[in-house]
């Protein structure tokens, strides 16, 4: 095994993207991601890289939609307000078909709203934010070492299907620091013949655009883009299972809300009540099939949030309700204690 | 099979996130499980600073300590808010230099050590912090009190290395108090 | 037969989309002409706007990425940091780049962002049918200020050339304009100029090419630019704002 170090999560995820190869980063300060930001000014030059403060949160997706277009790989980070400022690029660069890695390090909202951690993100990654017909690969890290391994699967996965991974995390797991080890990380190359690169007179000119005029021609690049994310849906969504062998209840949670779900279910077990946890870690693709089999397994569900209830909507989705799902929740930058998530359990258990 | 949380908490610039980080990296050197969580935002600059470390044998689950074993308390505002906090038959290890309250609580063990004017006295001003920590690496053996320059080796930056000696003196202060 | 005049190979064959007696396609022209002669239409590549030159992509033969509104500075930015080898230009209208992308624009100007801005000032949003730009004149009757620009209330047109002049930032800052031939052959030369300048590495080049829009104007083509002559250069002269590089040699 690699050599165990103590990292903040927001460290791990910029040394992560660098041992994937990101060389360039664009960003503009912002609590409580800023880290990120830090850790790539210092190193960048360094490493014959790129880190460019930019004059906006605009401005940074921006320049990652035009880095990303010459195929280099290339990403961004910011916390909640900064990520509804990139939405505009966020679209532009789903409807040009192209690769980048987007960080958003949560925190309470709407508005400005405050910075302590939240999740309350979760519409936004997962349905959309910016507009138009798109998708984004959301990916949930709920521990430093996630932090790290997602960022690397993030960029891998962005290069395999031409779309924005997304890393949904919190101010709690960008602030904390845990043992991290960097394992060899699996670089997967693909070829980018679309890439501006200059045509060296060799070939016809390469185009990155999202506008297309004629509404039948944007319609089927539309059913194109969809077919691909079919794929997606079928091949990535990834989750952890824990204590669900011969659960009768079913908690599901992601990020640090995962955390705190893990030790009220090690309490309800302790009183006798059969529950286990289901931790969505891609939430699009949403692990649909792992939910609709333990709807078939379990009396109930408990999401747990911090949000007023996002992720409860795609957990009754994909058990086509039918068992109950009840919220477990706090919202603004507060965290539910193990407490209250034991105390929502054993509502469940009492059919509460 | 052991957890112990330990909540440390004071004014920012009083070094409670540098002694979490000392204790979470001696965690990490004895191959324990740990987490580290600061407080932060405004709170961090001139107000009060907390943060909460996990050493266990097990894998840290929620890195969120509502109910502390062992609390570190360098002002009274923090003392006053996490008091009641910690389990019982928990530590309350207090800097009596700054906070002359007592603790009128009977099922907690609750020490004073003057980590302040001993830190004076001992020509290094700023390490209440470290001698409060040493304190608790008695009361809570959650690791090993050996090497402490090994663990503070492996993370103060070499240009800094000058201030581990008098970082192991203030540990051993306090664990000798 | 000997050929006297073709078309640059910097631009395809595809049809311009432009009005009747529009400049854009001198416009084009000019810069097509310029990567031609300095033989880099193969490293070279090019940020479309939105607005007029919203479909420039289709029209220059090099490799070409379409920005959003306002954008193309930051994206040329991200394209240059990634491929500082390659030339890169962004092609963009008074709205684009001195209203919606001003923050865009100044800031690739204050960083001297090694780039090539070509901005088309025709005083008028003309993709979106005539209303009232950042440049438009005090007086101007647009969809969108019927009664005459009003400066009480909607404030002064922008002299863009002159307010990036005052940055340290930019190396070249240049006002022409395409209305006669003499201007046009001005406005080649500077245009030259700002590829040029890029090439040697001296940074950020941005030419505001004073042009027309007779549709939404209410023109006929000549009577535009008459009316460049009479109103528009008088409150947008021509020249040169600032070159850092000639000052330097005249000191």
């Not at chain 1, 996965?157 to 779309?163: G, P, Q, T, V």
């Not at chain 1, 904390?176 to 394992?183: A, K, R, T």
Request: net charge neutral; glycine share 10%.
């Amino acid at each position: 095994m690699a050599e165990r170090v103590l990292m903040k999560g927001n460290e791990a995820i910029a040394e992560a993207a660098i041992r994937a190869g990101c060389r360039h980063y664009f960003g503009y300060p912002i609590t409580p991601q800023t880290e990120i930001a830090a850790y790539m000014a210092k190193k960048m030059p360094k490493i014959g890289g790129v880190f460019l403060q930019a004059e906006s949160e605009v401005a940074s997706i921006n320049m990652v939609y035009g880095a990303a277009a010459t195929g280099c790989r290339v990403m961004t980070s910011s916390s909640s307000p900064g990520i509804s400022l990139k939405a505009e690029g966020l679209s532009y660069i789903a409807g040009s078909d192209i690769p980048a890695l987007v960080v958003n390090v949560q925190r309470g909202g709407p508005g400005l709203g405050g910075i302590q951690p939240s999740q309350s993100d979760y519409f936004q990654a997962t349905k959309g934010g910016g507009h138009g017909d798109y998708r984004m690969i959301v990916l949930a890290p709920a521990s430093v070492q996630e932090m790290a391994s997602l960022t690397i699967k993030g960029f891998n996965l962005a290069d395999k299907y031409l779309m924005t991974s997304m890393i949904l995390a919190d101010g709690t797991i960008g602030q904390m620091m845990e043992p991290i080890s960097f394992e060899d990380a699996e670089i997967e190359v693909y070829e980018k013949p679309w890439a501006l690169t200059g045509t060296e007179g060799k070939r016809k000119h390469n185009v990155v655009n999202s506008l297309y005029l004629q509404p039948d021609k944007l319609e089927a690049k539309n059913f194109e883009r969809f077919e691909r994310y079919k794929i997606v849906e079928e091949n990535e969504p990834m989750w952890e299972e824990y204590m669900m062998e011969d659960a009768e209840y079913c908690v599901v949670a992601f990020g640090i809300a995962s955390r705190v779900a893990k030790n009220a279910v090690v309490a309800a077990r302790a009183e006798g009540i059969k529950v286990g946890l289901i931790r969505p870690i891609t939430l699009w693709p949403f692990p649909t099939k792992a939910l609709r089999a333990a709807a078939d397994q379990v009396k109930s569900f408990i999401s747990v949030e911090l949000s007023m209830g996002q992720m409860i909507e795609d957990v009754k989705l994909a058990t086509e309700c039918k068992k109950p799902v009840t919220l477990c929740n706090r919202a603004g930058g507060m965290i539910p204690s193990p407490d209250q998530v034991l105390e929502s359990i054993r509502n469940a258990a009492k059919g509460e | 099979m052991k957890t112990t949380q330990i909540l440390l908490a004071g004014f920012g610039g009083q070094g409670v996130l540098f002694a979490g980080k000392f204790l979470a990296y001696k965690g990490l050197v004895q191959d324990k499980q740990v987490s580290w969580l600061p407080s932060y935002g405004p709170e961090m600059r001139g107000g009060t600073a907390n943060c909460s470390v996990i050493i266990s044998d097990t894998p840290v689950g929620s890195p969120i300590i509502t109910n502390p074993d062992v609390l570190v308390a360098m002002n009274l505002p923090s003392l006053q808010k996490f008091v009641n906090d910690v389990v019982p038959g928990g530590v309350i290890v207090l800097d009596s230099t700054l906070i002359g309250a007592k603790v009128d609580r009977e099922d907690v063990k609750v020490c004073y050590v003057p980590a302040t004017q001993m830190a004076k006295d001992a020509g290094f001003a700023t390490l209440a912090n470290m001698i409060l920590t040493g304190k608790v690496l008695k009361e809570a053996p959650c690791v090993d009190f050996a090497d402490n320059k090994g663990t503070l080796e492996a993370f103060i930056p070499a240009k800094k290395a000058g201030l581990i000696d008098v970082n192991c003196k203030a540990l051993q202060m306090g664990y000798d108090f | 037969m000997a050929v006297v005049f073709e078309k640059p190979k910097a631009l395809t064959d595809a049809v311009l989309h432009y009005c009747p007696g529009c400049p854009h396609g001198i416009i084009h022209r000019l810069v097509a002409e310029a990567i031609d002669e300095l033989g880099i239409e193969g490293k070279t590549i090019g940020v479309a706007p939105v607005g007029c030159a919203v479909m420039a992509y289709d029209y220059f033969a090099c490799d070409m990425i379409e920005a959003a509104h306002g954008r193309a500075p930051a994206v040329a930015t991200g394209i240059k940091r990634c491929r500082p080898d390659n030339i890169v230009f962004t092609y963009q209208g008074d709205g684009d780049l001195a209203s919606i992308g001003m923050a865009e624009t100044v800031h690739s100007a204050a960083r001297n962002e090694n780039i090539t801005v070509i901005f088309v000032n025709n005083a008028i949003y003309g993709m979106t049918g005539g209303q009232m730009a950042p440049t438009s004149l005090p007086g101007q009757v647009t969809q969108t200020s019927p009664y005459g620009r009003d400066v009480k209330h909607c404030g002064w047109p922008i002299k863009v050339s002159e307010m990036l002049s005052t940055l340290e930032g930019p190396e070249y800052i240049a006002r022409v304009a395409v209305n006669n031939v003499k201007n046009v052959k001005n406005a080649k030369k500077a245009i030259k100029k700002a590829f040029q300048n890029q090439i040697e590495g001296k940074g950020f080049s941005l030419v505001e090419v004073v042009s027309a829009c007779p549709t939404n104007w209410g023109m006929t083509p000549q009577k535009a630019l008459e009316w460049v002559e009479s109103d528009m250069l008088p409150y947008y002269p021509i020249g040169v704002y600032k070159d850092r590089t000639a000052a330097k040699e005249a000191e």
